[in-house]
């Protein structure tokens, strides 16, 4: 089984920034990709980031956003600038993992709250 934690999250006001972290432990043999999707009160989870070898980002945070990874540590990083009232969502760390089979599985963290309010 693998775990995804999640830190980072909290209150921010707008122009401010957060720097997002998310760890996998467990019976890992490779990582795939390692990435971040948010969900705001009322919308469906989307795409913010990922990192698969190149990364890719959604249009809203192209400029702002920054996705980052630490191979040895099997973590990934999501540093967020100038943050928008819009960038207000649950946080989910997601990440697609080989277990030793050419099998992988996706796996999602418990989510971080991200509020960026005046």
């Known amino acids: 089984q693998v775990q995804l934690v999640e830190s980072g999250g909290g209150l921010v006001q707008p122009g401010e920034s957060l720097r997002l972290s998310c760890t996998a432990s467990g019976s890992i043999f490779s990582i795939n990709a390692m990435g971040w999707y948010r969900q705001a009160p009322g919308k469906q989870r989307e795409l913010v980031a990922i990192?698969?070898?190149?990364?890719i980002y959604a249009d809203s945070v192209k400029g702002r956003f920054t996705i980052s990874r630490d191979n040895a540590k099997n973590t990934v990083y999501l540093q967020m600038n100038s943050l928008k009232p819009e960038d207000t969502a649950v946080y989910y760390c997601?990440?697609?993992?080989?277990?030793?089979?050419?099998?992988?599985?996706?796996?999602w963290g418990q989510g971080t709250q991200v509020t960026v309010s005046s």
């Open positions: 990192s698969n070898g190149r990364t």
């Open positions: 997601n990440a697609n993992v080989r277990l030793g089979s050419p099998s992988s599985y996706v796996y």
